[in-house]
C-alpha cells in the first residue's frame, strides 16, 4: 500500500543505508522495522536493536547521535581531499 508518512531525517537516511546493504526497497525495511517495533517479533535476517544485543555477531557501541553511513563518509573524504 502507498501512504505518506513523515520521518526524521537521520531515520530515513538509517532505513536507505539498510536497504542499500540488504538490496531490498526502503518500504520493505521500513515495514519490516515498523512490525518488529509494534509486535516485538523479529522477521528474515535476525537484527537486534542497539540495546545491547548482538547485531550480526557482534555488540554494538551505544548510539552517539548520527548514522555513519557509506555516504557519510565518502562526503567526509570528498571534503578533505582524501
Known sequence: MRTTIEIEDDILEAARELAR???????RIVSRLLRQGLTGL????AREDAGGQPVGGFRPFPSRGRLVSNDLVNDIRDREGV
Open 42 to 45: 523479529s522477521q528474515g535476517k
Open 21 to 27: 546493504l540488504e538490496r531490498v526497497s526502503v518500504g
